[in-house]
């Protein structure tokens, strides 16, 4: 699996890009990949169209939004782009408007990026390591940051809960617990915050009880029943509707803490 320097060129890199709104935002991200070899034109009118189709549900974090599509034949190979704005934009989201970065993904299949969204997800959940890279001054400076991948501790969460809170849950079956991460199209956001829920996880020790997948709405809708939560944004869980689980809301997806609190929410721990 590819790493986050590796799909992310330095070339990739655009600081104090003007927009006027949201689609003018996309289209800086998406012209790098498209630079960069990484999709053609047509892959940034499939970002817009995502939004269009779908609201605002990329916009992940604060000031952040996560701009992408389906695999398609627009996509020559997995590449991502990396834009902060000179003035942040209105994408239309409730909780996590104006943005000021737009990080652009092109993926061919989720397989090929687990590993840099693993490593984006843990960079940005540092605050300090998450003010840097708004801050870089060049794009070389933003490069290097990414090129570390590791990362701090993320936010601080409360200790976990016991391994037999883990064992005595609503358990379906002898199976292993399934949480369900879910966006519009699977390789994207729902796959960013999977990393960050997972990443709370193995702070529990609970790695080995509860496995996470990310997926789509509509493969969402055919496995509700083999899960025992969907964790998505508020426009994703309204596309949902009543699944028969529990669809819990997270606004923040690069918040461990907040990751924390939903999931002790999800198993009344």
Not at 6 to 19: G, H, K, Q
Not at 26 to 54: C, F, K, P, Q, W
Not at 88 to 115: I, K, S, Y
Not at 251 to 256: G, I, N, Q, V, Y
Request: glycine share 10%.
């Amino acid at each position: 699996m590819a790493a986050l320097s590796e799909i992310l060129p330095l070339e990739a890199v655009l600081l104090d890009a003007p927009a006027a709104d949201w689609r003018a935002a996309v289209r800086h991200a998406g012209g790098l990949m498209a630079a960069t070899g990484a999709a053609t034109d047509r892959y940034t009118a499939e970002m817009i169209e995502n939004v269009e189709e779908n609201g605002p549900y990329i916009v992940i974090a604060p000031g952040l939004a996560f701009a992408h599509a389906r695999p398609s034949p627009a996509v020559l190979r997995t590449g991502m782009s990396w834009v902060r704005l000179a003035d942040p934009v209105e994408f239309g989201h409730e909780a996590n408007d104006p943005v000021e970065l737009v990080v652009g993904l092109a993926a061919r299949d989720a397989a090929e990026h687990t590993a840099a969204m693993g490593a984006l997800a843990r960079l940005l959940a540092d605050p300090e390591t998450a003010r840097a890279l708004r801050e870089a001054p060049t794009p070389r400076a933003v490069h290097a940051i990414l090129g570390g991948g590791g990362g701090g501790g993320g936010a601080a969460v409360r200790p976990g809960p016991s391994e037999e809170a883990a064992r005595g849950g609503d358990r379906r079956g002898d199976d292993l617990h399934r949480i369900l991460t879910v966006c519009g199209n699977g390789v994207g956001t729902s796959l960013f915050l999977k990393q960050t829920v997972e990443g709370v996880l193995d702070r529990w020790g609970w790695s080995r009880y509860v496995t996470v997948e990310a997926t789509d709405t509509i493969s969402a809708r055919g496995r509700a029943d083999e899960a025992v939560a969907i964790l998505t944004s508020r426009e994703i869980a309204r596309t949902l509707g009543d699944v028969g689980i529990p669809v819990k809301v997270v606004e923040d997806f690069t918040s461990a803490a907040e990751a924390d609190r939903v999931l002790r929410d999800t198993y009344d721990v």
